[in-house]
């Protein structure tokens, strides 16, 4: 729709208005530093960097009804560098012109009511929100979007130039990095490394095909980050990892839009978020709190996070009910079917202690939660959910598992909705179902099959002496004695009855 036939009050708040003024500010010394240059870690004390607009204040004049009619009325708007994260210009990259801003077609990512014979099973109302149907097929892309906006920025304003944008990652971070990078081809090149033989064959296809260059490393993506922040440190790279504060601003799009799902009414929502790096938990907690801070919210939803049995530093962290004696370690990781989040040492950690510390005290009791599952409840739960109409990666599967963990919990209530995030698509990790389905999960999986679940091809070939083939098609004699005998074996195997 054209800006003149919006009504008329909302007509100077539908292009981004704000004049930010945006730092990095250090989580573990508070040192502040400009945004002209790229920064991971605080010059000062190594610590993780969050960004932060001096000007927000000036957000809170608007009134939270006036935003929450931006955002949707902007939804209408045919401006292509407003359809994805930048619906929320002011809250995510508001010194990034629009002329800057790199959009793929990602975010506004469906939320799907999980099927009633689902809830039924279950015993509480959720969704799937799929950001597995993002451009790469994950949620990375919100963050990328965000991080390869700034990059392109700076290149265009002269700042910078030819920039080799490196990452670790698990699969799905270096698909979109690979992704985006390649849009912006003339100016950035990008580089990926993964552990190797520790993502799938989808996700080592994706940075291949964009053209980035693919390195693959011994050991697990904790060994591969390690890697990345050595060249980071020493050599002239930019760093995609969600160490990047960036790629948190753009992946917090994910709680605007939930809030705009739930007609910004997000009271009796618990949101679940499957944890690795930690990145994601991250950007959800921050993405709330600036949403109630500019009352477009006017309370924080329950947020928990889940992780697996075999990766599962967060949890054990929180496990200590006593703040002060809290004390973090890195875990050793074992074989995970959510494999994209089989992290040891999340680099967002220092982020989400912080941030779960505020929400807690902003929403005046315990509201940031962490849940463990079993490999097994995943696999059952990421199969089952597909078997119901959903496209859940396993992540997805995590969360569903998570939940039914929490409501057995009761961390869970029985009045609240649960929003569950499948992370990527569920074809990226086609391989851990026809794992499940063929038996050969390796042991260290620690799943064993339910034949209920498994689902095999069944391959009818009648015992004839002429079948098809490309190079030998079927006179009509063959061909009819061929259509008849598979489709009465089919119709046998089915149970199904000819018709009178
Ligand atoms: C599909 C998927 N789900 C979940 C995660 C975990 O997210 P985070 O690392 O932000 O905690 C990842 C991380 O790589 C992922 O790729
Ligand atoms: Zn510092």
Redesign the pocket.
């Given at each position: 729709m054209r800006i003149e036939n919006f009504p008329l009050e909302i007509q100077e708040y539908l292009k981004p208005f704000h004049k930010a003024k945006m730092i990095y500010r250090c989580l573990g010394c508070e040192s502040e530093f400009g945004i002209d240059q790229l920064l991971y870690i605080c010059p000062e004390c190594g610590a993780v960097l969050l960004l932060h607009d001096e000007n927000f204040e000036d957000l809170k004049k608007i009134p939270g009804q006036t935003w929450q009619k931006i955002f949707d009325y902007r939804k209408m708007l045919k401006i292509p560098a407003m359809k994805g994260i930048y619906l929320f210009h002011e809250l995510i990259g508001p010194v990034i012109p629009l002329e800057h801003i790199i959009y793929l077609g990602e975010a506004h990512t469906p939320i799907v009511e999980a099927s009633a014979a689902l809830q039924e099973r279950v015993g509480f109302k959720f969704y799937f929100k799929n950001d597995g149907q993002n451009p790469s097929a994950?949620?990375?892309d919100r963050g990328m979007a965000s991080a390869l906006s700034y990059i392109n920025f700076l290149v265009g304003t002269g700042r910078v130039e030819d920039v080799l944008a490196i990452c670790a990652?698990?699969?799905?971070?270096s698909a979109a990095a690979a992704l985006y990078a390649s849009y912006v081809s003339r100016d950035v090149k990008s580089a990926v490394l993964l552990p190797h033989g520790k993502v799938t064959p989808q996700q080592l296809a994706q940075p291949l095909g964009s053209g980035a260059r693919v390195f693959e490393i011994p050991g697990l993506f904790d060994d591969c980050m390690k890697v990345v922040e050595a060249l980071s440190e020493n050599y002239s790279v930019a760093l995609l990892n969600?160490k990047n504060a960036w790629r948190i601003l753009g992946?917090e799009s994910y709680s605007y839009e939930i809030a705009m799902d739930f007609e910004f009414d997000v009271e009796k929502l618990a949101v679940f978020?499957?944890?690795?790096?930690?990145?994601?938990?991250t950007a959800v907690m921050n993405g709330f709190m600036k949403f109630l801070e500019i009352g477009a919210i006017s309370s924080l939803p329950k947020i928990i996070g889940v992780q697996s049995e075999h990766a599962d530093p967060v949890y054990k962290y929180y496990l200590e009910t006593d703040p002060a004696k809290r004390k973090f370690m890195p875990v050793a990781v074992r074989p995970s079917a959510?494999q994209?989040?089989m992290?040891g040492n999340?680099v967002?950690m220092p982020r989400v202690i912080k941030l779960a510390d505020r929400y807690n005290e902003i929403s005046k009791k315990r509201n940031v939660f962490v849940v463990q599952t079993t490999e097994q409840d995943i696999m059952d739960w990421y199969l089952t959910a597909n078997q119901n109409g959903h496209i859940a990666?396993t992540?997805g599967g995590e969360c569903l598992a998570g939940a039914v963990k929490a409501a057995e919990e009761s961390i869970l209530s029985s009045d609240e909705i649960a929003v569950l995030d499948s992370?990527?698509h569920a074809l990226?990790f086609a391989n851990f179902q026809n794992m499940y389905f063929d038996g050969t999960m390796p042991k260290d999986y620690g799943v064993t099959q339910n034949p209920e679940l498994i689902n095999k091809p069944e391959l009818i070939r009648p015992d004839l002496e002429k079948l098809p083939g490309p190079d030998s098609p079927l006179n009509d004699a063959d061909m009819t004695k061929f259509v008849d005998r598979v489709s009465i074996e089919i119709a046998k195997r089915l149970g199904i009855e000819e018709k009178k």
């Open positions: 994950s949620f990375k990652s698990t699969g799905d971070t969600s992946q978020v499957p944890i690795g790096n930690a990145g994601n938990i959510a994209a989040a992290i999340p967002s990666c992540h992370t990527a990226k």
